[in-house]
């Protein structure tokens, strides 16, 4: 019997033990247990980093639609299983029920197969937080197409870069979308974005808004039409373990997004037990991971994870300020969430307001916190801990990527002993080491490095699409034989890990490494400041010197900044030491970030560098309108 949920310490060791001991035994064992194969695998595992060539559950048939629905209609028919809470209060929730979801995904399946998709081709889908989504994820999967969502807050650009690097057949979008108090008319990107795009034979249009849209002849079709058309049977497609189910881009340092290609059933069989185990879920739970499908976190924690543990996972479309900033924790009351997952940008966004957003909420449902994308620094962790989960809800801290395509290094709840700012251990099967500058494993606790994996876990990403080479030299030519994950962490006095910050943000000054990370915790350890950056520049004497951005709480007089900005400099020197001190601190309105809630430390560097002229694209940020600001103002 495999040990599928996790109760105590000593388990979660015993576990992770037998999962290090015996790899194959221990995934096959979850794998045979809790899921539904056409065919079982002929061989668990076959690897080689140094190709890179990894397969899991290799000879075995399966679909992945049938795993997340089908298997679950016999006793969960009648269970919510996407519970859609719209952009506006007023717009009444929907329940998808698994039985509408297997009716749902099936029409449509039945819509793509009429237009000439086919097991292997690609889908590009460009759709808002809308139940048809999730429902066009799934399609594809049913028919063995493989779905490429792009994010729908990207640009016409990125978003025919994306469609012509996987030579996608066809779009899904909607004629707009909403966000807030705004409408953003989705389906005039894509037209535009489509003038590059020679490979879209067929565009199938979602009414969200009804907005008066140009539909171009013999291309795009409304969806709704064509759905109530369709039967709601449709085979699945058998699909072969190593199927690729789907392709999701990330923005790499430089030049093209890398398409990550994830496979069928180690993604599913990873996915699935993360869920179990990182979110504790019990039958009659309600879930709620507040990332958008455009990005890994969807796929993994709303879509296929928690479908394929039969649980009701909520899919919100709208933004946490709208109609104000308490709307986040009047879902979780509405809906009597259980477990809510979200990123820590969202988190200190929310911790700047007037508390009574969240204290006016019924929020005792909470169970379980989740935190994931970035460092939670230490005063967000504690009003996390402190005011929405009232000390009584543990935060897990997941630390994962959209190339390990499930969460790595994570607390279990009620299992393993939180602590602020750390991931703290390794999920079963995950095996980190981290790595001097010489290529040598650093053995032993209370040390840092750069983080590798040394073993493969079934849900990694299996190549770059078109570009096998780049994947390789991405991510297993730093270390031989090993996957280098691009992020530094430190492992204290009993083994846990803390994640410091993209390698790239280490900054030497005089000869010391300094993690961004720690620096900007101290900042924000400042009663003055929400949030803030630090950068290194070029330094005559030390090499580089530290720049740091800060966004005050309220903007005052450059007498108070001045202040200020000793005291900061006093917190750093308390925290680190003088040797982290910043030569520079300029206050700005904003910070650019990615669409996911990452902070372009390469436009602060430039900037902060002078180098002005050469910032790249900055069209795909979330705030492009700050960079001037920031321009404008350096130092
Ligand atoms: C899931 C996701 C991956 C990068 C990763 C790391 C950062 C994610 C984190 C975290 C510290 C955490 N990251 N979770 N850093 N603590 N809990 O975010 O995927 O968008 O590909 O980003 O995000 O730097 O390498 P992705």
Redesign the pocket.
């Known amino acids: 019997m495999s040990n599928y949920s996790i109760k105590h310490l000593e388990e979660y060791y015993q576990v992770y033990r037998k999962s290090i001991r015996d790899p194959e035994n221990f995934w096959s064992e979850i794998a045979e247990e809790h899921f539904m194969w056409r065919k079982k695998w002929d061989n668990v595992l076959s690897w080689d980093f140094s190709k890179p060539e990894i397969k899991w559950f290799e000879g075995a048939k399966l679909n992945i639609t049938e795993n997340c629905i089908d298997r679950h209609l016999a006793t969960k028919g009648e269970k919510t299983a996407i519970l859609f809470e719209p952009n506006s209060p007023d717009e009444a929730a929907q329940h998808i029920t698994y039985r509408r979801l297997y009716e749902r995904v099936n029409q449509l399946a039945n819509v793509l197969k009429d237009h000439g998709i086919e097991k292997g081709d690609r889908v590009c889908i460009y759709l808002p937080m809308i139940p048809e989504l999730a429902i066009s994820l799934l399609a594809c999967a049913r028919i063995g197409a493989v779905h490429s969502v792009v994010f729908a807050g990207f640009s016409s650009n990125a978003l025919s870069t994306r469609i012509n690097d996987s030579d996608c057949k066809m779009v899904i979008t909607s004629d707009g979308s909403y966000r807030g108090a705004k409408t953003i008319d989705l389906k005039g990107i894509v037209d535009v974005a489509l003038d590059e795009c020679p490979s879209i034979k067929d565009v199938l249009v979602v009414n969200r808004i009804n907005s008066d849209i140009t539909m171009k002849e013999g291309r795009d079709k409304w969806l709704q039409p064509l759905l109530d058309a369709a039967s709601t049977e449709c085979a699945a497609e058998i699909m072969d373990a190593e199927d690729p189910l789907f392709i999701l881009y990330?923005s790499g340092s430089t030049g093209m997004p890398k398409g990550m290609v994830h496979t069928t059933a180690g993604y599913m069989v990873y996915t699935a037990y993360t869920f179990k185990n990182v979110f504790q879920y019990k039958e009659n739970d309600v879930y709620w991971c507040t990332a958008d499908i455009g990005?890994?976190?969807g796929h993994s924690y709303i879509v296929y994870g928690p479908l394929a543990n039969g649980a009701t996972t909520v899919m919100f479309e709208g933004v946490p300020s709208y109609p104000d900033f308490g709307r986040f924790w009047e879902v979780i009351a509405k809906h009597k969430i259980n477990q809510f997952y979200t990123a820590p940008t969202a988190i200190r966004a929310l911790a700047k307001q007037n508390i009574d957003f969240a204290e006016t909420h019924d929020l005792s449902s909470l169970k379980v916190l989740g935190?994931?994308?970035?460092?939670?620094n230490e005063e967000a962790w504690h009003w996390y801990n402190d005011v929405i989960g009232k000390k009584k809800s543990p935060i897990v801290?997941?630390?994962?990527?959209?190339?390990t395509g499930g969460i790595m290094i994570t607390p279990l709840p009620y299992v393993t002993p939180t602590k602020p700012t750390y991931?703290t251990l390794p999920f079963p099967g995950i095996q980190p080491a981290l790595m001097d500058e010489n290529g040598e494993e650093i053995k032993g606790n209370q040390v840092d490095g750069r983080l590798c994996i040394k073993f493969p876990w079934p849900s990694m990403a299996r190549t770059i699409w078109g570009n096998h080479q780049r994947y390789k030299e991405t991510y297993f030519t730093a270390f031989k034989d090993k996957y280098f994950?691009?992020?530094g962490a430190l492992r204290d006095e009993v083994g846990y890990y803390r994640?410091t910050?993209?390698v790239d943000d280490v900054i030497i000054v005089s000869g010391h490494n300094l993690g961004t990370a720690p620096i900007e915790d101290a900042i924000n350890e400042h009663p003055a400041v929400s949030e803030s950056a630090v950068v290194g520049f070029p330094h005559d004497i030390k090499g580089n010197a530290l720049y740091g951005y800060v966004i005050l709480k309220e903007t005052g007089e450059s007498r108070i900044h001045d202040n200020v900005r000793k005291e900061i400099n006093q917190i750093i020197t308390e925290h680190i030491g003088p040797i982290a001190k910043l030569d520079k601190i300029q206050f700005t309105i904003g910070l650019p970030k990615t669409r996911?809630g990452?902070i372009m430390r390469r436009i602060l560097r430039k900037i902060a560098s002078r180098d002005m002229n050469n910032l790249g694209d900055t069209s795909t940020l979330l705030n492009p309108e700050v960079v001037q600001e920031i321009k404008d103002n350096v130092l």
Not at 371 to 376: A, F, H, K, M, T
Not at 397 to 403: L, S, V, Y
């Open positions: 990330t990005w890994i976190t935190s994931v994308g970035e460092p939670i801290d997941t630390w994962w990527q959209t190339e991931a994950t691009g992020d994640i910050g993209r996911s990452k």
